[in-house]
């Protein structure tokens, strides 16, 4: 009897072993598997994710960067343009300044142009480049248009151009 019951004791214990094996192979090795692969894959997922995020840090420093250093071309768009205050510019570089607005246009979506036709006296044509060379310096963002034309009349240079006033939309005043 004794043997029997050993005998019985040691089939129910490989029986449950055997169910053990079955029960660690069918769930719990096939879960070690997803575990792995999910760590795998969040390894990845957490390498893009820093990845863009430094690139959003360095792009942001970057724009910080340009901000600061075009701050004064930034508030140029921003600025309005007063026709009496160029006028008063125009006056250290020309005699006699007069100016007149064509028209105004959308350029590209964000930026409206304002067109002005100048005629204006000066003694000698180097006055002119000091003038085209200072406007870079002007509150507004203004370009100078070609043809200028240079007419001698006596001792004084006629000097017709045009000019264009550039200004974000957005910054538009009503």
């Given at each position: 009897m004794k043997n029997i019951g050993i005998l019985k004791l040691l089939i129910f214990l490989f029986i449950f072993v055997f169910v053990v094996f079955v029960v660690v192979f069918v769930f719990i090795v096939p879960s070690i598997k997803e575990l792995r692969n999910a760590k795998i894959n969040h390894a990845k997922a957490y390498g893009r994710y820093s990845y863009a995020l430094n690139e959003q840090k360095s792009r942001e420093n970057e724009l910080k960067k340009l901000k600061h250093d075009n701050l004064k071309i930034i508030r140029a768009f921003e600025t309005n343009f007063k026709a009496?205050?160029?006028?008063?510019?125009?006056?250290?570089?020309?005699k006699q300044v007069s100016l007149s607005k064509e028209k105004s246009k959308v350029y590209k979506k964000d930026f409206t142009v304002y067109n002005f036709h100048t005629t204006s006296q000066i003694s000698e044509p180097t006055v002119f480049y000091k003038f085209l060379t200072d406007i870079n310096r002007y509150d507004n963002i203004i370009q100078a248009d070609f043809p200028i034309q240079m007419k001698a009349i006596?001792?004084?240079i006629n000097t017709?151009?045009?000019l264009k006033v550039y200004r974000l939309k957005r910054f538009k005043s009503k």
């Open positions: 009496d205050d160029f006028l008063k510019f125009s006056k250290k570089y020309f006596k001792n004084e017709t151009f045009k």
